[in-house]
């Protein structure tokens, strides 16, 4: 099976800055991976995603990058904003197994 | 384009009980998942539906099932509720398997 996990638990981070989200994951067969953000009393909500061929992705504030080599991803937020203030999972898939396996959440707190 | 809804959003039940949830996945959208959110364990996946075949299925006891209708809707039933079913069910819609959007879930409380 695919076992993931995040490096650290929670990340307090001040408006404006960087914030920099790392998840590993065991299963060299995972081939797609997601970022998905999680607000208090709503369901996860997907900000990115990126394949296996690829290195990095850039979205909107956010960049995925991916190393294969070490089984290990992370989520790079721009200019930090008081919305950015969630949980943050990462989540990994194998083709034809139809189910994401999730890390445990980073708590992202950003401090005015 | 609405998005992924569950009903109810809230249920408190007791032990013994058996309770249906049900999701409409986003127009279009023929793959739906269950996963089952609580504290100690995080996100765990329950199954996927395809036009109304089961794809894959968790490691969750027999107590847990789920079916899919002919117009993607998605329902998962736990019978002989215990107390550690207490947690939010969240249904996700896709169109492939992955890029899976999510509803906000049912809180299920046992008591």
């Known amino acids: 099976g695919e076992s993931v996990g995040l490096h650290l638990p929670t990340l307090s981070v001040q408006e404006g800055d960087n914030s920099i989200i790392n998840c590993a994951y065991s299963?060299?067969?995972?081939?797609?991976f997601i970022w998905y953000k999680q607000e208090s009393g709503k369901g996860p909500q997907f900000i990115i995603d990126?394949?296996?061929?690829?290195d990095k992705r850039q979205g909107q504030r956010v960049t995925v990058l991916l190393n294969k080599t070490v089984k290990h991803l992370s989520l790079q937020i721009a200019a930090t904003q008081p919305g950015d203030s969630a949980v943050y999972f990462c989540?990994?898939?194998?083709?034809?197994?139809?189910?994401?396996?999730f890390g445990a959440g980073t708590t992202v707190t950003v401090r005015a | 384009k609405a998005g992924v809804t569950q009903t109810p959003r809230y249920l408190i039940k007791t032990r013994g009980q058996q309770v249906t949830l049900s999701c409409s996945p986003i127009?279009?959208?023929?793959?739906v998942s269950w996963y089952q959110q609580t504290p100690g364990q995080g996100l765990q996946f329950l199954f996927e539906?395809?036009?109304?075949?089961?794809?894959n299925k968790g490691n969750f006891p027999g107590r847990f099932s789920g079916r899919q209708f002919s117009n993607s809707r998605s329902e998962m039933n736990v019978s002989t509720l215990e107390l550690g079913d207490s947690a939010l069910y969240l249904c996700?819609?896709?169109?492939?398997?992955?890029?899976?959007?999510f509803g906000p879930g049912t809180r299920l409380t046992v008591l």
């Open positions: 996700a819609s896709a169109t492939r398997a992955y890029e899976q959007f």
């Open positions: 990126i394949r296996s061929n690829m």
């Open positions: 127009s279009g959208h023929r793959s």
């Open positions: 989540a990994a898939a194998i083709t034809n197994d139809y189910k994401l396996s």
């Open positions: 539906y395809f036009s109304e075949t089961q794809r």
């Open positions: 299963n060299s067969a995972s081939d797609y």
